[in-house]
């Protein structure tokens, strides 16, 4: 991966990336050169997580707003990357960092603090994140399963506020 | 039902003959002034010209009031016809029997009244419960449809009205182009008055009701231009048109759109400023919004900028603001009066255009006119309105649906702006004035009357998306709260500027910069929303727990029910979130215009949460109960000869008070048993004696910083404090119960300061509690309910500063809830003193 031609994309690439994001031409086009001017070390991946292209476009394409005629498309094929349950997985990823499937307190803490100011003390946030599972939690582990994510968050219009519009 | 019939007809007889009486009244006093000369001292005499203006205002203002009051009598009627398609029925009514009493139309809705004294509060209060996220999320759609839709809606009426005169539909019309124009811009507009009053009763969901409404509230800077430009270019007359006035109609279109804008923003900062230093003045300073909001639409209209423009955006500036620097009873009192002048000036309008209507001398009729006119209005606006949202919906992330769209269409109602602007017409330069008028009247009945009677049909019909109930749980706040977080990195990292960028953008400078300037500092610090659902949440908790334990309890203290206020049927439900009652389900509305709403202190997770579940079947009825104990005895000032003090009613709800306190005082002092902290407890009762002149706790000392609530209910002061205790140090075994006081325990105490540490006593406190810590819940133990027989025996309640003391409840069951007390409990003490 020395030289800066490798990582140039083929047409072939974006034909895939096409079929498994749902991007179109001008959008990967578009995303790449910004995908390469973030890669400061021009090495193919970007610097903290090793992410190279196509990660970078799976992930991206969970936001992409959804559209009605996907869901007639083919019923076989599996969901798009951008279904409300796909979001709503890498949201709950967002959360469970170490994949066990679940969200314990910790987890949420961490979340929790991360996200609410600085004048909330730990046991208050403690307290929070109790009555933040004893809400979701249905089956009583003290955890929260991605089913139950789901379930607490069925009112929520994820559709929306999950995606934002890519330019082309 | 039969009485509200007949005390409707007593009315009408009531208004016939006053209406009678006061023409006989002027005529008799005119002779009286001829000839004055008194014989003897009249013992009473009879002044009817010396209050007639007022007395008038106030006559009509009970007439239109009691008609809403007759309308709502009866629900099966209002389902169906829009209480404002009735209301302007009642005004047909009243203004036929004006009629009838003085062949004149003595009363009608003038162009002054209303711009000037019914219309800017309904603006305002609408103005102040925007949602501004949503309206600003949506700003892009409503400007469209507010200004080129609006611009269309008039050109194309004029247009096609003048060529339908042209080709003679109209029969013997001489109307020019210019007042076509002038004619279409006044009606183009979409009324926010009538469109509140019909959308009101279909619950549609917030992005279609945004739209319209946004569109309805922005278009008036439309409609002033065009308005004034028109009636400008008719003066001038058709010749003296040419590129240059045109140039100018459009740079004063966007002075006086933005001109009206900055300005209401300016006065929104003002108000804003302004609640930041009322802190000595919290009797009146919910006044100050209502002032300067109408301020606000005065001076724009002063300006000739657009007045509704400036009080709209006055409101929604200040709105966040100023709730958050007034003390809760203030906010509460804002809110309330706002639907109070809205509600009543809406009234007030409809009737008199039903009013107006009965009027001999402006009634021209003209079939083609009036008809032409609806059918093209109708048309222009679905037109319109399919043709920008296929526009917008290439720029929207979410696009707005067809069924939608037609909602949007049909919503274009038209009200009483567009009449009061046809009032304004010159007759000298319109001849047609009157015919004018006419049309304008019978598209507003059309619309209102017609077009609302078939909104709620329609919508459910198409199963138009209906407003979807907000969820209060925290995982859902805290889940919002990751999305937008989400969406801006992904904006970022995706190297778009987006909205959520500009969003954010916008959040950062405001808690940098306004914030600092707009909020008094001690607010500053608590505003952290997940924060507040979670406080509401746990209040909720608490008071489910509470209304379990009461139910469980002796009958004797449960009250009638009927004194209870059901506060949703009045309101919008869209304002039922201010109002709704506690449900006893814990994902369900929490009642945000409580008392306890804006407390952002540290509190302690109740693990009531199991409890809860066992005691939700049947707790509602409760509940309400509950919550009618719990606010009537915070919230019932018993108003004595003073305007500047009120004091809270000190009879059984003061028992309330005693419980609420105690449990709060033994979640505190499990907290600090465990911490190892002297609480720092105290409760007073003084009798209405020792009640005298206290004086808002804001200027009482400094030590007791964190009484300090704008709340009249917490009256501390360090006099009193004194009072209570003639050993300091020692062993306090006095009880000293104080209504309406409060403890330090931070978590019901609405603390506007939790992360400063509360201020004791120094004659209570060895030790300083740090406030901000809040029980981990592992302890929050659930309490023993409180039986009525309980109660009365707490009134006698022990204090202690020994941190090893645990609380004690004048019961033995109390104890077997103790798994967690370090200290087996010991009997009671005897009170001290028990004043």
Redesign the interface.
Known sequence: MGSRASTLLREEEIEEIKKETGFSHSQITR?YS?FT??DKGENGTLREDQVNFRGFMRT?AH?R?IEDNEKNKNPTASEPLNSRTNKLLF?FH?YDLDRDDKISRDELLQ??RM???V???D??L???A???I???DTNGDNSISFNEFIK??E??D??????????H | MATTWRSALSLYMLLLMVSRGLSLASDGNKIDEVNVTLTTLPIVSWKWEHVSEPYLVALWIIVCWLCKLIIEANHHVTNVIPESALLIGFGFILGGIVWGADLAQTFKLSQRTFFFFLLPQIILDTGYSMPNKLFFGNLGGILVYAIIGTCWNAASLALSLWGCQKGGAMGDLDIGFLQYLLFGSLIAAVDPVAVIAVFEQVHVNEVLFILVFGESLLNDGVTVVLFNVCDAFVTLGGSKINAVEIIKGIISFFVVAFGGSLLGFAFGILISLLTRCTKNIQIIEAGFVFILGYLSYLTAEMLSLSAILSIVFCGICCQKYINANMDESSVNTVRYAMKVFANGSETIIFVFLGISAIDKTIWVWNTGFILLTLFFILIYRFMGTFILTWILNRFRLVPIGLIDQVIISYGGLRGAVAYGLAVMLDETRIKEKNLMLCTTLIVVYFTVIIQGITMKPLVTWLNVKKASVSEDSLIEKVQNKVFDHMLVAIEDISGQIGHNYMRDKWNNFEDKWLSKLLLKPSVRKNRDNIFAVFHRLNLKDAMSYVAEGERKGSLEFIRNESAFIDFTKKFDDKFSEVMSDIMADTSSHYNRGSSMRRDPVPSVCLEVHEQAIKGMNGVEDSHHLLQQHLYKGRKQHLHRYSRSNFSVNTDENEVQEIFQRTMRRRLESFKSAKMGVAPPKKISKHTKKDQQQKKPNGNSADKCKSYHSGDEDFEFSEADSANGYDVPGSLPMRVTYRAGAGIENPTFMPDPDPTASMHIPPWLADTEVDSSIAAPSQRAQVRLPWTPSNLRRLAPLRLSTNSTDSFMLPEAPATQQRGNEQQPPSAPPPTKRHM
């Open positions: 995303l910004r001017s973030l991206l936001f707003p949201a967002l979340v929790l996200m609410v100011g004048n909330i003390s046991e208050q403690g307290s929070i109790d009555r933040t004893q809400e979701a607490v968050l009112k929520v994820v559709e929306q506020k999950m995606s934002i519009r890519f330019l």
